[in-house]
Nanobody, 125 residues
Framework: QVQLVESGGGLVQAGGSLTLSCAAS????????LGWFRQAPGKEREFAAA????????DYADSVKGRFTISRDNAKNTVYLQMNNLKPEDTAVYYC??????????????????WGQGTQVTVSS
């Protein structure tokens, strides 16, 4: 199994920044990529960003492209999500998730095998 622990959430004003961290432990060698998803109240969980551990290649949802940056530190088994120019609509619980070497795409919830507990991000207007 892969254990994931998110941190870094909080309350920020619109236009502000936050950096989320996701630390992976356990069978991390089985993890092919790590993704960030978010779920706002009353809405479905949606893809935000993802990064492949080996190549470092990334993917972003259109709603966050240009404002969010995902990066990884392989030595620490940690992935970061730098969020700039935050908007009230970014308010959600943010989850990190680990994807194994399956053929499913990075943007699909079903591609991911392990999930963190989530961290709340609240953006005030």
């Amino acid at each position: 199994q892969v254990q994931l622990v998110e941190s870094g959430g909080g309350l920020v004003q619109a236009g502000g920044s936050l950096t989320l961290s996701c630390a992976a432990s356990g069978r991390t060698f089985s993890s092919y990529a790590l993704g960030w998803f978010r779920q706002a109240p009353g809405k479905e969980r949606e893809f935000a960003a993802a990064i492949r551990w080996n190549s470092g290649s990334t993917d972003y949802a259109d709603s966050v492209k240009g404002r969010f940056t995902i990066s990884r530190d392989n030595a620490k088994n940690t992935v970061y999500l730098q969020m700039n120019n935050l908007k009230p609509e970014d308010t959600a619980v943010y989850y990190c998730a680990s994807k194994g070497p399956n053929l499913r795409g990075l943007r699909y919830i079903s591609s991911y095998d392990y999930w963190g507990q989530g961290t709340q991000v609240t953006v005030s207007s």
